[in-house]
Each structure stands twice: as structure tokens, then as C-alpha cells.
T-cell receptor
Framework: KQEVTQIPAALSVPEGENLVLNCSFTDSAIYNLQWFRQDPGKGLTSLLL?????REQTSGRLNASLDKSSGRSTLYIAASQPGDSATYLCAPNSGGSNYKLTFGKGTLLTVNP | NAGVMQNPRHLVRRRGQEARLRCSPM?????VYWYRQLPEEGLKFMVY????????ESGMPKERFSAEFPKEGPSILRIQQVVRGDSAAYFC????????????FGSGTQLSVL
């Protein structure tokens, strides 16, 4: 059974700081891993999708890495902004299924102006 | 191109009533997934549907819950005889094809059972 842990549970940083969010998962037999952000009262927005054959993906100020063998992924946010404040969720798909995502509880990020 | 549309945004039901949650996938998407987020917990997979077919319902509670995705119209998640423990945020996602691609999520339906 896939289990996902995200550390830290909450993070507060001043604007402009670079930061790293960590995700670990127990079943390394994944097809891909997605990072989402969730804003209060809203749905999830997909940020990055990394296929199992990839090591990293970049989109703007975001960079996600994947080390499948060790069951780890990181999301790096450069030059953080107050608009980045949200809950960030890591979701690998469950072993044996290429569509069933297992979510962590997320990291609540607050970027202070 | 409108995103995944869920309605209602908020639904209040008394114990024993039925709840019907609707999801219209993004245009061109024929694969729909339902997830549930209980308070203080991560989202959990419930069911995966294609048009007129249930592909995987391994995350659905055995009783009172059902889902459909008819040939025409939105996908429906139906909860019969709701109990307080059903109070949660229910999210729908869609994708153009099943499998190794991004899922696009709706804003969710917050179900409150009194």
C-alpha cells in the first residue's frame, strides 16, 4: 500500500526566499508523480508532472525532482512570492496503477510580504 | 475551455437523506475520477469511470455509495442515507485519456451532514 509523507507540515518564509518541500513515498513502483497546489476553498491545480523515467521537471520558478529508487521527490520554489501561499500536495500514482493517485497531507506554505 | 465543473459547491443534508454530486469533465475528456478529502486527511481515491463504464471502484465504500458517468451528461456521485462521517470535500478530476497524464481537478463539493 502506497503511503506518502510530506515534510514539513507547515512552512513560513519571507518573500524572496528560495525553499524546498519534501515528499517521500513507500512504494517506488510508480508511473509518475504530480505536485499540486490547493488554495482554501478551491480545487487542486496541477503544477508539475514527472514521469518515472525522468529526474526532474521545471516550470517557471518551480523545479521538481524525482528519485524513484529512494522514494523521494522535492519541489523547489525560487524567489517565493506571497501569491505562492497555499498547500502543496505530492501525489505519486499507486504501485500497479497508472491512474490512482495517493496524496500526502501536504505542506502549508505561507510567504510573508 | 472551461475547467472541470462541480456542483453544487456546498451541500447540506440531514442524516438519512441522499446526496447527489455532479461533475462535468473538461471538454474532450472522457475519463473521470472521484476523490474524497476527509477533515485532517489527504485526498483518497474513490472511483474511476469512463463513459458508461466503471473502471475501478476499489476506493468506494461498499454500501450507500455509487457513481455513474452516462453517455450524455455529467458524472454523478450518489450517497444514499448519509451519515455524519460522510461530511467531507468531494473532488472530481478528469483527463483526456486514462493513465500517465495530468489530472485536472474541479473545485470540489463540500458535503455537510447535520
Amino acid at each position: 500500500k502506497q503511503e506518502v509523507t510530506q515534510i514539513p507540515a507547515a512552512l513560513s518564509v519571507p518573500e524572496g526566499e528560495n525553499l524546498v518541500l519534501n515528499c517521500s513515498f513507500t512504494d517506488s513502483a510508480i508511473y509518475n508523480l504530480q505536485w499540486f497546489r490547493q488554495d482554501p476553498g478551491k480545487g487542486l491545480t496541477s503544477l508539475l508532472l514527472i514521469q518515472s523515467s525522468q529526474r526532474e521537471q521545471t516550470s517557471g520558478r518551480l523545479n521538481a525532482s524525482l528519485d524513484k529508487s529512494s522514494g523521494r521527490s522535492t519541489l523547489y520554489i525560487a524567489a517565493s512570492q506571497p501569491g505562492d501561499s497555499a498547500t502543496y500536495l505530492c501525489a505519486p500514482n499507486s504501485g500497479g496503477s497508472n491512474y490512482k493517485l495517493t496524496f500526502g497531507k501536504g505542506t502549508l506554505l505561507t510567504v510573508n510580504p | 475551455n472551461a475547467g472541470v465543473m462541480q456542483n453544487p459547491r456546498h451541500l447540506v443534508r440531514r442524516r438519512g437523506q441522499e446526496a447527489r454530486l455532479r461533475c462535468s469533465p473538461m471538454k474532450g475528456h472522457s475519463h473521470v475520477y472521484w476523490y474524497r478529502q476527509l477533515p485532517e486527511e489527504g485526498l483518497k481515491f474513490m472511483v474511476y469511470l469512463q463513459k458508461e463504464n466503471i473502471i475501478d471502484e476499489s476506493g468506494m465504500p461498499k454500501e450507500r455509495f455509487s457513481a455513474e458517468f452516462p453517455k450524455e451528461g455529467p458524472s454523478i456521485l450518489r450517497i444514499q442515507q448519509v451519515v455524519r462521517g460522510d461530511s467531507a470535500a468531494y473532488f472530481c478530476a478528469s483527463s483526456p485519456q486514462g493513465g500517465r497524464e495530468k489530472l485536472f481537478f474541479g473545485s470540489g463539493t463540500q458535503l455537510s451532514v447535520l
